[in-house]
């Protein structure tokens, strides 16, 4: 079955630094998102990407987070100055179309942040 | 606004006996899906059933049934025969059709017990 890839599988960085997570959705699919998950904890939303743009984002999404699919098959994460709270596991996610289609999820970059 | 309410942050059960997962939710949307993932302990995220808002029938994957009761907004997961290798998080996730965004509950936590 195709899969949604994410690299790297962890990330440790120094607070106030940039990181970049990669991903690689499927090959057909449209809609491409990012999550996140603290320690095990609620998956959270951060942010949809359609048709080369943001179609939603969160609150949590604010102006350190930027995403982008500069290729027609890589979507990155951008984090511009991490803090300690962005140490979480991002996943990134896709999806074929709207209802029905499910979510296919990556394996996930486990970020500490120190 | 939507939302998912999951009330059981930890569930125990037998290995071979059936198992409850609840899940309520909360849209004014009328068309919407029900999605349930399963998380193990190494993180991945694992699509397990769906169940669209105008589907007459529950639906069924295997082992795992969805009690979808539209009227009480619910739409609870059950597990039969319990096996060793359902101990995960489980989470109920809804999607409205007017949006892209999945909206994740809290997560219930299962232990099947040999």
């Known amino acids: 079955e195709p899969e949604v890839t994410q690299t790297p599988s962890h990330q440790v960085t120094q607070m106030g630094q940039e990181v970049i997570l990669r991903c690689v959705p499927i090959?057909?699919?449209?809609?491409f998102y990012w999550y996140r998950q603290i320690l095990g904890q609620k998956v959270e939303f951060l942010v949809s990407f359609y048709n080369n743009e943001i179609s939603e984002k969160s609150e949590i999404f604010d102006d350190q987070f930027s995403v982008e699919r500069p290729d027609g098959s890589n979507f990155t994460l951008k984090i511009r100055s991490t803090k300690l709270e962005d140490s979480a596991m991002y996943f990134c996610a896709s999806s074929r179309g709207m209802g029905n289609e499910k979510l296919f999820f990556g394996s996930g970059t486990q970020l500490s942040v120190l | 606004a939507q939302k998912i309410t999951q009330t059981q942050p930890g569930m125990f059960v037998q290995e071979k006996e059936a198992v409850t997962l609840d899940c309520t939710y909360d849209t004014s949307d009328q068309s919407y899906g029900l999605f349930w993932y399963k998380q193990p302990s190494s993180g991945e995220m694992i699509f397990l059933i769906y169940?669209?808002?105008?589907?007459?029938q529950n639906a069924t994957e295997g082992r795992y049934s969805l009690n979808f009761q539209k009227a009480r907004k619910s739409a609870n997961l059950v597990i039969s025969a319990s096996q060793l290798g359902d101990s995960a998080m489980y989470f109920c996730a809804m999607r409205v059709d007017t949006g892209n965004q999945f909206y994740f509950g809290t997560g219930t936590s299962l232990t099947v017990i040999p």
């Open positions: 090959s057909n699919h449209l809609y």
């Open positions: 169940q669209g808002s105008y589907d007459e």
